[in-house]
């Protein structure tokens, strides 16, 4: 089964940075995109940032010039580093991996609250 690993959530002022992983496991991680989506409380979930198998990124404008993902296919683990830091970043962020239009998986999510 496959699974996917969030960590580096967790507390952090405003303009400050985090950098979250997801290990995937149990699947052919260099041919599958990744994602990073969010869900703030009362609202639905959303793209962040994606990349594709071959390195091709994309991002939500919430998250140009602020958000950086990038993969690395020998540890099987993308990244999602997140620089200047605001309070609406508050939310939910899940790792997800997908062949497009053939099967998608989600990992269980980590928290990112952004306040003073």
């Known amino acids: 089964q496959v699974q996917l690993v969030e960590s580096g959530g967790g507390l952090v002022q405003p303009g400050g940075s985090l950098r979250l992983s997801c290990a995937a496991s149990?699947?052919?991680?260099?041919?599958?995109?990744m994602g990073w989506y969010r869900q703030a409380p009362g609202k639905q979930r959303e793209l962040v940032a994606r990349i594709m198998s071959g390195g091709t990124t994309n991002y939500a404008d919430s998250a140009k010039g602020r958000f950086t993902i990038s993969r690395d296919n020998a540890k099987n683990t993308v990244y999602l580093q997140m620089n200047s830091l605001k309070p609406e970043d508050t939310a939910v962020y899940y790792c997800?991996?997908?062949?497009?239009?053939?099967?998608?998986?989600w990992g269980q999510g980590t928290q990112v609250t952004v306040s003073s």
């Open positions: 997800e991996a997908d062949r497009p239009g053939v099967e998608v998986y």
């Open positions: 149990r699947l052919i991680f260099r041919i599958y995109a």
